[in-house]
């Protein structure tokens, strides 16, 4: 079983994908969470399009969460289109990254945006998670370029492989 988030269990599962529709492969996130919201999840998973509302997102993590998966195009220095999976600990709150109170822009939080916000107001859900894929082109305009296009079924079974290692535990 997933760790205790504040203490307690929620058995709840969070699949988020992130992205900017209008950046090409930025877009990545919120086209795997289009092609996994047709298919079926285990109980308790939610899967959500959370678009460039990084904000909306850590505030919804607060109520609690056994395991969350972000799903993000994610520069790394890899090939394009490449999908990895990486275990990522929420930092504790740094003062000295967000001051005495957050000041972000909530329509480009990275995910290490996303993680370092959650942190900041508290948040820490039991094991996060994020698959990411390498853009190829994150310039002005809509469509994903080829490799990234190419990378999405795999990404998708990567989520499905997770969740489904998430219901055996």
Request: hydrophobic share 45%; proline share 8%.
């Amino acid at each position: 079983m997933n760790g205790p988030v504040n203490g307690t269990v929620s058995g709840r599962t969070l699949v988020a994908g992130v992205g900017n529709v209008f950046l090409r492969d930025d877009a990545f996130g919120v086209e795997v969470i289009r092609l996994l919201a047709g298919r079926p999840v285990p109980d308790g998973v939610q899967v959500k399009d959370f678009g460039i509302r990084g904000v909306h997102l850590a505030y919804d993590l607060l109520d609690g969460c056994d395991l969350f998966v972000l799903v993000d195009a994610a520069q790394r220095g890899e090939a394009p289109g490449t999908v990895t999976v990486l275990e990522v600990e929420v930092p504790e709150p740094d003062p000295a990254v967000f001051g005495p109170s957050p000041v972000i822009d909530a329509h480009s939080l990275t995910p290490d945006g996303i993680f370092a916000l959650l942190g900041s107001l508290g948040g820490r859900p039991g094991r996060s998670l994020l698959v990411a894929c390498e853009p190829a082109d994150v310039s002005a305009g809509m469509g994903l370029s080829d490799p990234v296009l190419e990378a999405l079924p795999h990404a998708v079974r990567t989520v499905e492989e997770i969740l489904a290692g998430t219901v055996a535990e």
